[in-house]
């Protein structure tokens, strides 16, 4: 198999064609940062009991992964390791693994998760890391509204510290759109959160930037072939048919072939 390991850390899974499940070998201590980052056709992996760590994007974007037993020596979950995973169902955590915010986001199909009640650490409720995806109609608007505004305080400036002050301020704005302080944050960084909107299909928060008018001729075609992808992931041409639209409605096409290449 494609393993790259050092010093019992496994750094990089390069995939093979037609190799869906693979056996990670005794020794590996650490699923290494992106280490199995979108490996679009894993469907099983199987860990060792020497693994203490998995780290954070490991299996972000393995979007076939369905089955990935976890060892009781697993000691933690890193952020965002299982972001995307679209087709994971079910997973057991062990008692004493502690699972970092954001592990599972995304993952739309997660709806069977077992584990003990409390985390190892600080005695916190460990379904609070679990959620799939923030559920926002089960939190109630104040706790929305405290942990929105702590996200915008926060300095968060690189990865993945800056993924989820851009997930909470989208949410913000979708609860809060005419607040000017949050506009005119986004609005001044206008091109990276419209395209992260997009991304993450974010709907309500596209609609409300599109009425800001800063879609032109230099960003739209950029900004629809990114919805484009975003319709292959997840099936849902909403985007790009409201940015299409957008695009004869406000701003034309140049020619025929230009209404027809996107």
């Known amino acids: 198999m494609a ?30 940062k992106q280490a199995f980052e979108d490996c679009q056709h894993l469907i ?42 679209d087709h994971l169902t079910s997973i057991h955590i062990p008692c004493e693994t502690y ?6 986001l995304n993952c739309y199909n997660l709806t069977d998760i077992s584990t003990d009640v409390f985390s190892s650490k600080n005695g916190e409720k460990k379904k609070i890391f679990l959620v799939p995806q923030i559920d926002w109609d089960d939190v109630p608007i104040s706790e929305q509204m405290i942990m929105l505004r702590k996200a915008f305080s926060l300095e968060m400036d690189m990865e993945p510290g800056k993924e989820i002050k851009y997930l909470l301020l989208c949410r913000y704005l979708v609860l809060c759109p005419e607040q000017p302080k949050i506009v005119y944050y986004m609005k001044y960084y206008f091109e990276e959160f419209f395209a992260f909107a997009i991304r993450n299909n974010l709907i309500e928060a596209i609609l409300i930037m599109i009425n800001w008018n800063l879609l032109n001729q230099g960003n739209i075609d950029g900004f629809i072939r990114l919805a484009i992808e975003n319709t292959q992931k997840t099936g849902d041409p909403t985007i790009q048919v409201t940015l299409t639209e957008y695009k004869y409605k406000h701003i034309g096409f140049k020619s025929i072939e230009d209404k027809f290449k996107l």
């Open 3 to 32: 393993f790259e390991i050092e010093n019992g850390i496994l750094t990089k899974y390069t995939e093979e064609n037609g190799i869906t499940e693979v056996f990670i070998p005794d020794g590996v201590t650490e699923i290494g």
């Open 44 to 85: 099983s992996v199987h860990l060792p009991d020497s693994v203490q760590y998995i780290g954070q994007h490991a299996f972000s974007g393995c979007i076939s992964l369905k089955s990935i037993p976890i060892p009781d020596s697993l000691k933690e979950i890193g952020l965002f390791a299982f972001q995307n995973c």
């Open 99 to 104: 699972v970092r915010n954001w592990a599972f």
